[in-house]
């Protein structure tokens, strides 16, 4: 069964500290991974997936297999960088066509 | 704001009553989803649709509930004899079947209370 786990429910930093939210993934085969994002009030949007290799707003992730992780980190947090943030494992082949495995989700505040 | 719309927002039904959500997706989007969030929980897949077909359903989806995507368009979600367990956070989202990745965009939501 494919499983998603973030250990932490709450994350707080200071502006301009490190942070890094965990994700561990359980999935037989190779999944695709996603962090999604929820700000105040607005809906639940994509952050950044793994097959992209991308950084978006500071952020970046990279996928371990070995430990079968995927956390999420940013060298400089800022104060807009509090929110939700969703660890999401969707099937594989290359499209999301399928269902997201959310895992419960880090509060992540930084503070001033 | 040409983004997946949910209707109503918010829903409060007396236990026993029979409710009925529908979603929007974005007009290009072929695929729709739905999911279930309860507080404290990251979002629960419940249901998936290409075009009209319902092509997955979650165990979470017990008989009670139906979800219909007739024309390939909007959807709906009903919950017949609404149980307290089913108060809940109920999303919906699209994507498009093109192209190599695709992410699923979200809409805001309906709040359901059961009382």
């Known amino acids: 069964a494919q499983r998603v786990t973030q250990p932490e429910k709450l994350l707080s930093v200071f502006k301009g500290a490190p942070v890094e939210l965990k994700c561990n993934y359980s999935?037989?085969?190779?999944?695709?991974l996603f962090w999604y994002v929820q700000y105040s009030r607005q809906r639940l949007q994509l952050l950044l997936r793994?097959?992209s290799r991308e950084s978006i707003k500071g952020f970046t992730a990279d996928l371990n297999k070995g430990e079968t992780s995927f956390h999420l980190k940013k060298p400089f947090a800022q104060e807009e960088d509090s929110a939700m943030y969703y660890c999401?494992?969707?099937?594989?082949?290359?499209?999301?066509?399928?269902?997201?495995?959310f895992g419960q989700g880090t509060i992540l505040t930084v503070h001033p | 704001d040409t983004g997946v719309s949910q209707d109503p927002r918010h829903k409060i039904t007396k236990r026993g009553q029979n409710v009925t959500f529908r979603c929007d997706p974005i007009?290009?989007?072929?695929?729709l989803y739905w999911y279930r969030q309860t507080l404290g929980q990251g979002p629960e897949f419940l249901t998936y649709?290409?075009?009209?077909?319902?092509?997955?359903k979650s165990r979470l989806l017990s008989d009670r509930f139906s979800a219909e995507r007739p024309k390939g368009s909007f959807s709906t979600l009903e919950i017949q004899r609404t149980e307290q367990g089913d108060s809940a956070m109920y999303l919906c989202?699209?994507?498009?079947?093109?192209?190599?990745?695709?992410?699923?965009?979200f809409g805001p939501g309906t709040r359901l209370t059961v009382t």
């Open positions: 989202a699209s994507s498009s079947s093109a192209g190599g990745i695709v992410e699923q965009y």
């Open positions: 999935y037989s085969g190779s999944p695709e």
């Open positions: 793994h097959i």
């Open positions: 999401a494992l969707g099937p594989p082949g290359g499209t999301s066509y399928g269902k997201l495995t």
């Open positions: 007009s290009e989007h072929n695929r």
């Open positions: 649709f290409q075009n009209e077909a319902q092509l997955e």
